[in-house]
C-alpha cells in the first residue's frame, strides 16, 4: 500500500481529526513564509533589523513608522487566494471528519476557503484596533494610511496580530490544547515548528496518529508517528485522489 493511501485510510477512518498549521500552508499562494531560503527572514533587504526584531512590540512601541513601514510591504497579501490545502481542509470539515484548523497564519486563508472552525493563534492583519479607545479598523484603514495608521481619536492603530514579546489569547490557548488532547489524528503541516509557545501545543496529543507534512525537517520530526517531507499541497492532492478511489 502507498503512503498516500494508507493515510487517505486513516482519514476515512476518523471523525476526529485536527489539523496544525502555519506559514508553508500558504506558500503556494505566493505568500512567503520566515524561515524557508526564500522566506522573509532570509531576505537581503532587511539590513537594519532583523524580521525578528521588527516584528517585536518593543519595536513597534519605539519605532512604530519603521515597523509599518516593513509591516505593510511584506507582511499583507490582499489578493492571495486559497490553493489546495486550504481547500482540502474545509472539504474534510465538510465531511465532518476535520475538528478544527488551528493555524500560526494571519492571513485568512483558511476563512477564505469556507473553513469554518479555525483558530488563529497569532491574529490576523484584518483586524485592528486603536490602542486608545479601542475602535476596531478594518485592513483598508491601515492600507491607506500614509504612515502610522491613527484612529478618529488620536491613539495609533494596531494590528490584532501577535508580536514577538505578546501573549496569546488565552482561550484560543485553552481551546487549542483541549481540541489536540481530544484528537485522534493530529495532522501538523508547513510550520518549522520554532516559534512558542504555539509549537509546544502539539506536546498534549495522546494518539498514535500524528502526520507531520513540512518541506524541511523540524526540530519536533521525532514526536510524529509519520513525517512526509514534501510540499502540502502536493502531499494533500495525492492523499485526496486515494481517498477518492476508495470510496468508489
Ligand atoms: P516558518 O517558521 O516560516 O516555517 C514555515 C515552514 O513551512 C518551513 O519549515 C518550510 O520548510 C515549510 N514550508 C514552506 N512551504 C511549504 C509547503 N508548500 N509545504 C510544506 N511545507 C512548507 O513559519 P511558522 O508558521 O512555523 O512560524 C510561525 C510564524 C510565521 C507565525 O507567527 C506567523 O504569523 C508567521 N507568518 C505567517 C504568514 C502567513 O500568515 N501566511 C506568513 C509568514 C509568516
Known amino acids: ?7 487517505a485510510q486513516l482519514i476515512l477512518d476518523s471523525n476526529n481529526i485536527v489539523f496544525f498549521g502555519g506559514a508553508g500552508v500558504s506558500t503556494a499562494s505566493n505568500i512567503p513564509d520566515f524561515r524557508s531560503a526564500d522566506g522573509l ?3 537581503k533587504a532587511n539590513i537594519n533589523y532583523s524580521p525578528e526584531q521588527i516584528l517585536s512590540h518593543s519595536f513597534f512601541i519605539r519605532h512604530t513608522d519603521d515597523f509599518y513601514k516593513f509591516y505593510k510591504d511584506k507582511m499583507i497579501y490582499q489578493d492571495a487566494l486559497p490553493n489546495y490545502a486550504h481547500l482540502f481542509l474545509t472539504k474534510l470539515e465538510n465531511m465532518n471528519k476535520l475538528k478544527a484548523v488551528i493555524t500560526q497564519n494571519i492571513d485568512n486563508l483558511h476563512q477564505l476557503a469556507k473553513t469554518k472552525n479555525v483558530i488563529e493563534l497569532h491574529g490576523s492583519i484584518y483586524r485592528n ?7 476596531f479598523y478594518d485592513l483598508d484603514k491601515i492600507v491607506n494610511s500614509n504612515g502610522i495608521p491613527l484612529c478618529e481619536c488620536g491613539g495609533i492603530i494596531k494590528p490584532d496580530v501577535v508580536l514577538y514579546e505578546e501573549g496569546l489569547n488565552n482561550d484560543d490557548i485553552e481551546y487549542a490544547i483541549k481540541l489536540i488532547k481530544e484528537a485522534d489524528i493530529l495532522i501538523i503541516g508547513g ?3 520554532s516559534v512558542y509557545p504555539a509549537a509546544s501545543f502539539i506536546d498534549f496529543y495522546r494518539g498514535n496518529k500524528m502526520l507531520l507534512i513540512n518541506k524541511e525537517k523540524t526540530p519536533l520530526d521525532n514526536k510524529a508517528n509519520y513525517v ?3 510540499a502540502i499541497d502536493v502531499f494533500f492532492k495525492n492523499v485526496n485522489d486515494e481517498m477518492e478511489m476508495l470510496i468508489k
Open 1 to 7: 500500500m502507498s503512503d498516500y493511501k494508507m493515510i
Open 41 to 43: 527572514y532570509n531576505d
Open 129 to 135: 484596533y486603536c490602542m486608545k479607545c479601542h475602535k
Open 191 to 193: 510550520t518549522s515548528l
Open 228 to 230: 512526509f517531507n514534501e
